[in-house]
């Protein structure tokens, strides 16, 4: 195998302990008191943030990002409790994580009026403003989170340069971390742990290599992650299968592939045409 320098290791330890420093999510589906949030509610709107985020051609980096409403839910902090009881303000979080992520990680503009029209009115400006305020306050301004990309990314510096596409390699990743982001189990991972259990288990699957290199490999994944975690992950994976979950009540149909088509919003079946800005420099 290639020898892994140390710059990368650096930056992984770098990375680990980013995400050490991170509160861990509680399973907030249990402080829904009334049962009016279940898992199936947080799977529907993460799905609905990923098909937004393909018909505008976003990073699906900056969906996984997105998904720090689970630790805004979490926290106990603001008005997280209230979106716990009600359908309504739990998609007005969904939505306003999803802009913050887009402003803190893309080179282009998606306004909150633009945000807005995409909603077909279900939520005023105002609404989108101020839950972006109360997740900003209660996370402390901490948002940026190490994804399972940017981890497997260095991974795959550890695999020999022969004999494997390494190209291909992280499409198959990446199409498994958008996955893991649709089940709240992950979200109690660290990300570190979701890349190596993703990494090792299309390894796996694809056979590539050798029993010596297999050894070798997570030899050396043990000094950069938990092994006991990674395996539990792998279990969980293997576990899973793709299904096609509906959308909760106020989704109703999915978006375009395609940014320049008509997206179908929250709450309404007429579309809306949304066009991406760029980012003044």
Known sequence: MDDYNDENLTTIEALRRQEDDVSNCMNFINLSTNNEIDETCRTSMVVYLQKIGKALKLSPETVWQSISFDRYLSSGKGKSNDALQDKYKFQLVAISSFYIAVKLYEQVELSVGTLAKLCKGYYAESDIIDSEEDILFALDFRLTTPTPMEFIRHYIHLLPSETIDKKNLLKECEKRVEYTSTDIYFTFC????????????????????????????????????????????????GAGKAVSIPLISSVKKSVSKVATTPIVALGDSSPVSVEKTPRAA
């Open 190 to 237: 660290k990300p570190s742990c979701v890349g190596a259990s993703i990494f090792t288990s299309i390894l796996l699957d694809q056979d590539v290599l050798s029993s010596t290199q297999r050894q070798t490999l997570y030899l050396k994944l043990a000094k950069m992650t938990d092994l006991i975690e990674v395996m539990e992950c792998q279990k969980k994976l």
